[in-house]
Structures are given as C-alpha cells and as structure tokens.
C-alpha cells in the first residue's frame, strides 16, 4: 500500500533529472522512470535498515530482536516523500502528528556515503588518495565523482540516481548571473566561490588523470556538480571534515532556526523515541541542528525540531544563514529569513573607533540596524572630545542625545538612499520577475517577452545566445540560467526591502523622538 503512496508522491514530484546527466539513468527521464528509481532507492534504503520507525528495533507490534522481518518500507511511519512546490520541492512530509523530540529518522553509519567508505570499497582510489595533498572535500569530491562514473555498476547508484542533476549555488553562477546580484559584496563573494572551486578543481587534476577518469568527469562542470552535492547535501559527522552523504536523511528541506531551537530539549520522558538521558538532552540544546550522528547507536538520527501536524513538511535546520550564505552553499534563498541581514558602506574611520567586528555591523531582516552598528554610529557621530564620556552609553546601546540619535538615523536614511539610487528599483525588479515567470517555451518566446524591456535583459538574450532568429528550441543553458538570473534577482529584491525597511524604521524613530 505504502509503495502506491509513493509513487503518488513521485507522480506530483515528478521532474525529470535530466540536464548534467552525470548519473546514468535507469529507466529514462520520464515521470515513470523517475518513480522507477524512486522505488528501487526506497528498496536499496529499506534493506540497509533506515528507518522512520520511533522504535528502534521494534517492530509496529512493539515487538523486539533480531527475529522480526524488515519492515516493507523505510518510510510510512513518520514520514513520507512528498512535493512542497514553494519550500524546497522534493521534502519530508508528516504521516502522522508529530512531537517535538520525537525520532524520526534513522540511518545507520553503514548506510551513511562518506570518503572512507566510497575509498574501502576502490581499489585504484585508496592507492592514489593517500598520494595526493588534497582537502577532505575535494578527496570527497574526486571520491563522488568516481563512484557516479560507474553507473550501474555501482552500489550508490539506487542512490546516486536521487541527486539533484543540477545546483543553483553561487560557484554555478556565470559572469552574467554574477552580474545580476548587483551588490559589490554579493558579486565579489560569488567570484570568490567561482575561483576557489577552480583552484580546487585544478589541483586536483592529477589525481583525477591517475584515475583514469574520462573527460565528461574531468570537467569544471562535473567538479562544480559534485562539490555542490557536497556543499548542499552532506551532514556533519566527527570523522571527516568534508561530511557524509546521509540517504533519506538528505531529504529534509530547511527551515531557519527560530525559538524552538532555544526551547529543544524540554520534551519529556512520555515523548515515546525521544533521547530521554540528560546528557543527550544537553547536547540537543547545545546544538543548532536537528540531525547528529550518534556514537552510542552507530547512527545518524533525526530529531523532531517542532510539534507537527499530520501533513505538514517536516523541516531540518541545516544552520544559520543569510540569504546570501544560503545561495552560496545550497543554491536557494529564503522570502522570510529571520537571518538575513544587509551590509552597507560604513565611514571607513568608524571601524578605528569601536572594537566591534565588520561583520556584526549590519541592518537586520526587519530593518533595525543591528545592535553593534547602531552602537558604532552614536559614537562615531559624537564629536571627539565628547566620545570618552558617551562610550558607556553608546556600549550599553542606549541612545547618546536626541541631537545625536536625529544624526545617526538621517545619516542611515542617506546612506540607504544612496545605495538604492545607484541599483534598479524594487519595481522594476519585481516587473521583470513577472515577466520571467511565465515559462517559456521557445527561445522566440523568451526574445518577444525580453527584448526591449531593460539593458539586462538584452544582456541575457546575447548571453544566451537567443538574439539569433535561427534558435527555436529554448537551449537548456538558457533555461539553467534563467533561474539562476531569477534567483539573483529575487535576493537583491530582498537586499532593496532592507533598506527600505531601515529608512521607515529610522524616520518613524525620528519622529517619536521627544
Ligand atoms: C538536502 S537537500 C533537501 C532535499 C531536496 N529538496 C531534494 O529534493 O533532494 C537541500 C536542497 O533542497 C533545496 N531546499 C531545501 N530547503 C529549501 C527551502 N526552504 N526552499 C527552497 N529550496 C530548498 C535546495 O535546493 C537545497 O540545496
């Protein structure tokens, strides 16, 4: 009965993996042959004992030992496979209320991907590995990459064939799209990322000649797929800086961590599955995430971070990240991120005048200027002579004079109009955005609904290539780049509200001002 669930899920998820086609396919890229390998994954993971059961080792009887048959699914206990179109796609879903604490996946460390473990199993690539003065992840990568050239012939490959066959992260991301994030800091990291993966991928070429590896897998391209699988889907464990990839456990999309992470660990003994010892309660408050690997049963184990209603996408917290940080590791970004933050050009004296790090002066999601900036301002626009006096109340956070609470919030006001005044307005962006999101089918089509509009997008039809009236079919490189131009666009949108939002935050405190 479960299986039909399933294949009811696939049938809604259903999008063909095609694109990089770094992993062979079993039975095509149709929806069929998606839900295919669906099952055949859902099998491989049942008998490698990962389990949604919040038993462990019992049975739906209460059962217990080593005479129980495996259950026929690895999931239908607590979750299933489903597809949420406006939170990450392919996730987890809730098959029954769920309680905050409660275990909700298990996936033994014999299931788990990791170096060692694709290295054990390769002869030619433990010899050449230990040779080699590589990083832990680009020994993953190289490892990955190997394993994925097997096809068939490998035992991932039920699970290898669930990866994403394209990412969406900033080291993805072309001249053109790099271009779109507008914001010096967002260009320079996503040029940053461009040139480390290069570097990475250069110095690991050796190696992957020794191996022998055909050029398909000796690409940029396949080095950028593999570590952005790693970067996007490996889960911490002590072992191994670069991760592991954790099956099933992969699955789960993200959610920010919000109050429930301070709350975690006041479930109670009645939580049936939940870590009930104190010293397991401990650890699950000291840490940000929802999912540890576990030394004392040999597995990574998932923890309900929340209550969750029966049908409800059951969300992992992968860390705490801006919008930014989110696309440079996972490819997407949050419309409300309690993390988020905007930078702004600050007085270059001010970082003298107070020991606050760079990094902490900033404006939040809502608008407020953080703490640390608000602070570093009142003392920076005190004169100097004054400044010893007020820095007790500068550092206390506490305003330092209404004269000089009206100087620091007009000169926020200027400053984020200055930055709005240089980049395209917040309309103009979210116009093109509607434009962008009636799919196109054609490259004419792409051209009627873009030329003409703005120099940008001009600039995305040349770079594409879709100006020549000879292209018909929209060329899937055009289409990758469509959402990722989409994606930068949508974040710098974000950026413009915070700035927005800062300057009606600073006037309304203007004018409360007594
Ligand atoms: C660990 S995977 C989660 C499962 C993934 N949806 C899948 O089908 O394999 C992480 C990736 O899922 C997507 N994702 C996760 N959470 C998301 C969210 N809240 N919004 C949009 N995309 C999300 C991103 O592409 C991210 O890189």
Redesign the pocket.
């Known amino acids: 009965m479960y299986a039909s669930l399933l294949l009811a899920n696939v049938g809604i998820?259903g999008c063909p993996r095609e694109g990089f086609g770094l992993v062979v396919p079993a039975g095509g890229t149709t929806e069929m042959g998606e839900a295919v390998k669906l099952e055949n994954f859902m099998e491989w993971a049942t008998a490698l004992g990962i389990s949604d059961s919040p038993f462990i080792n019992v049975d739906e009887d209460g059962l217990q030992g080593p005479n129980h048959p495996q259950p026929s699914s690895c999931l239908g206990k607590s979750l299933s496979i489903s597809n949420?179109p406006?939170?990450?796609?392919?996730?987890l879903c809730a098959v029954r209320d769920l309680q905050k604490g409660q275990l909700i996946l298990r996936v033994p460390k014999s299931a788990l991907m990791t170096s060692q473990t694709l290295i054990l199993n390769d002869h030619r690539l433990s010899i050449s590995v230990p040779k080699c003065s590589l990083s832990s992840t680009q020994i993953l990568t190289v490892a990955l990459l190997n394993e994925v050239a097997k096809g068939k012939r490998s035992w991932w490959h039920p699970y290898l064939t669930?990866?994403?066959s394209n990412?969406?992260?900033l080291s993805s991301f072309d001249q053109f799209e790099i271009q779109a994030l507008q914001l010096d800091d967002a260009t320079w990291a996503a040029e940053k990322a461009l040139e480390k993966a290069k570097m990475e991928w250069k110095s690991a070429t050796t190696i992957m000649e020794e191996l022998k590896f055909k050029p398909h897998y000796m690409s940029f391209k396949a080095w950028i797929w593999a570590s952005?699988s790693i970067?996007?889907?490996t889960m911490h464990i002590p072992w191994d800086a670069a991760g592991c990839f954790c099956p099933v456990g992969?699955?789960?999309?993200?959610?920010a961590p919000g109050e429930e992470q301070v709350l975690i660990g006041d479930f109670t003994a009645a939580d049936t599955g939940a870590r009930l010892d104190g010293e397991q309660s401990d650890a699950q408050s000291l840490r940000l995430t929802d999912g540890v690997f576990e030394e004392e049963s040999a597995a990574y184990c998932f923890y309900a971070r929340r209550n969750y209603r029966k049908g409800e996408q059951v969300?992992?917290s992968?860390g705490t990240y801006t919008n930014l940080e989110l696309l440079e590791?996972?490819?997407?970004?949050?419309d409300e991120n309690p993390n988020d933050k905007s930078y702004i050009p600050l007085p270059p004296d001010l970082h003298s005048l107070c020991s606050w790090p760079g990094d902490s002066l900033y404006i939040q999601q809502n608008g407020k200027p953080s703490f640390a900036l608000l602070s570093a301002m009142r003392l920076w626009t005190t004169p100097t002579h004054l400044q010893k006096s007020v820095r007790h109340l500068a550092y206390s956070g506490s305003p330092v004079s209404t004269v000089n609470e009206i100087i620091v919030m007009e000169w926020l006001v200027k400053e984020c109009r200055l930055v709005l005044k240089s980049l395209t307005s917040i309309e103009e962006d979210k116009s093109l955005l509607s434009v962008m999101d009636k799919e196109f089918e054609s490259a004419m089509e792409a051209k009627s609904a873009l030329l003409g509009l703005t120099d940008e997008t001009y600039a995305f039809l040349k770079n594409n290539g879709l100006l020549n009236d000879e292209i018909i079919d929209l060329p899937r490189k055009a289409i990758r780049s469509l959402d990722k131009w989409k994606l930068a666009i949508r974040w710098r949108v974000k950026y413009k509200m915070m700035l927005c939002d800062c300057i009606s935050y600073c006037t309304r405190v203007i004018n409360d001002l007594p």
Not at 86 to 91: E, I, K
Request: glycine residues 12%.
């Open positions: 998820h949420f406006n939170a990450g796609g392919r996730g669930q990866f994403p990412y969406d992260i952005a970067s996007s889907r992969d699955l789960f999309n993200y959610a969300l992992l992968y590791h996972y490819g997407f970004i949050l």
